[in-house]
């Protein structure tokens, strides 16, 4: 029912005031965070001033910025817009990070390589099929790097997580976008029809971002069966561990059948690791080597490196996350059914709410509420991000979104 419904598409922010919060201070800042966008280029910014990726590089971001945004969240506002984990690293990843501190005065390449190690042997495949980046974004950039130039195309989905777009854009050339479908999907009918013999990069995000969408498992195992032998396809799985969908099989699978295919994870979602930043790849031996080529020297710091280990030795933990943020995301479309607010069908921890209206006054008057919610995408300007909290996070923002959206009884 929602997917019949959600050819609509919208996004909003907001924030709120709370205890000493002043909302005057907090509207003084936003106006001077709308001012920026405007001048810097829509989409630039993320929460509240966060400099998006390399377009922007070498603009400061002024620290009353980060002052005001902690300030907001000491005094009871909710975060719901980076979709990030709220429960945090498991036990033993905080053991190792209290432990690798010790270290923290010498190089960290006696952590890089146990790590690498170890996701080789997690995912059962030679270490120089693995290799590392600060966080998956940075895998992102690795690759722009390695295969984006004037006379190699890369294709991708519109919306998608946008890091590959922009670290192509900073080399000069813009991505070919085809825009997903009425249900949020990547219309690979549609990408296929547009690779060439100058495609060298085809970009799929699954479960998307911002969409949270998982492709149908027979359309993008036969899309990637069908492509040229001299295309390459990103996969990027960052929201892999979330998916409860019983056909969703990792595109590892192409990999192990000897496909141009290269599969990026990150510890930033499930892990609760987005501030200590690592991610991976997993892919043939010769294109990790190409990969590799662009890392930057000590791209794994030990915290990071310490921490992911012990994460990847705790599978009990991330399933528990899992089970964690479905509940919490059933709270969320419960909600939205019974207001009869469509979404895209989610397999992450975060939902697309189609609002049917600009998003931008939604987001603030959120904000005024203390709550931070996503974003608006260019590509979808009345669809809502919301990411997905504890239950008693989502709990609150059902409340909140029946005063903000007049609903209230």
């Known amino acids: 029912m929602n997917e019949q419904r959600a050819s609509q598409a919208t996004s909003h922010q907001s924030f709120s005031e709370t205890g000493e919060w002043s909302r005057r201070r907090l509207l003084g800042f936003v106006g001077r965070g709308g001012a920026a966008a405007g001048v810097l280029g829509s989409g630039a910014w993320g929460h509240w001033g966060e400099l998006r990726l390399p377009e922007l590089m070498g603009t400061s971001v002024p620290p009353e910025v980060w002052e005001e945004r902690k300030t907001a969240r000491s005094a009871g506002a909710i975060l719901l817009d980076s979709n990030e984990n709220p429960f945090g690293m498991c ?3 905080r053991d190792a990070l209290i432990e690798a501190a010790e270290e923290a005065n010498r190089y960290p390449g006696e952590y890089q390589s146990k790590l690498r190690r170890r996701i080789a042997d997690y995912h059962g495949v030679p270490v ?11 895998i992102l950039r690795q690759a722009a ?7 190699r195309s890369l294709v991708q989905a519109r919306p998608t997580f946008e890091a590959l777009g922009f670290y192509s854009r900073a080399r000069g050339f813009d991505a070919v976008g085809i825009p997903v479908d009425a249900t949020g999907r990547h219309d690979l009918e549609a990408m296929r029809a547009v690779i060439g013999d100058d495609t060298k990069l085809v970009y799929v995000c699954n ?4 969409t949270g969408t998982l492709m149908s498992q027979s359309a993008l195992d036969s899309f990637i069966e069908d492509l040229p032998s001299h295309v390459i396809v990103l996969v990027d799985e960052a929201y892999h561990h979330y998916v409860d969908d019983p056909t969703y099989v990792s595109s590892l699978a192409h990999i192990e059948k000897g496909r141009n295919v290269l599969v990026a994870r990150t ?3 499930v892990y609760g690791m987005a501030g200590l930043r690592a991610g991976y790849a997993i892919g043939p031996a010769p294109l990790i080597e190409e990969l590799r080529v662009q890392r930057l020297q000590n791209n794994i710091n030990a915290i990071a ?3 992911a ?3 990847l030795n705790d599978e009990k933990y991330h399933l528990s996350q899992r089970t964690l943020n479905a509940d919490a995301r059933k709270i969320l479309t419960d909600g939205l059914d019974a207001r009869g607010f469509a979404y895209w069908e989610s397999q992450t921890n975060f939902v697309m709410i189609m609002l049917g209206r600009d998003v931008r006054p939604t987001i603030s008057a959120f904000r005024e509420r203390g709550v931070y919610v996503g974003r608006p995408f260019p590509d979808v300007p009345t669809n809502l991000r919301v990411s997905i909290g504890t239950v008693d996070q989502m709990k609150r923002f059902v409340e909140e979104f029946d005063e903000v959206m007049g609903m209230a009884s």
């Open 267 to 269: 510890f930033s979602k």
């Open 91 to 93: 036990g033993g990843a």
């Open 305 to 307: 490196g310490a921490c």
């Open 309 to 311: 280990v012990a994460s």
């Open 145 to 151: 790097g390695a295969w984006v130039r004037s006379d």
């Open 128 to 138: 120089d099929q693995v290799a590392t980046g600060s966080g998956s974004t940075d």
């Open 207 to 210: 479960p998307g971002n911002p």
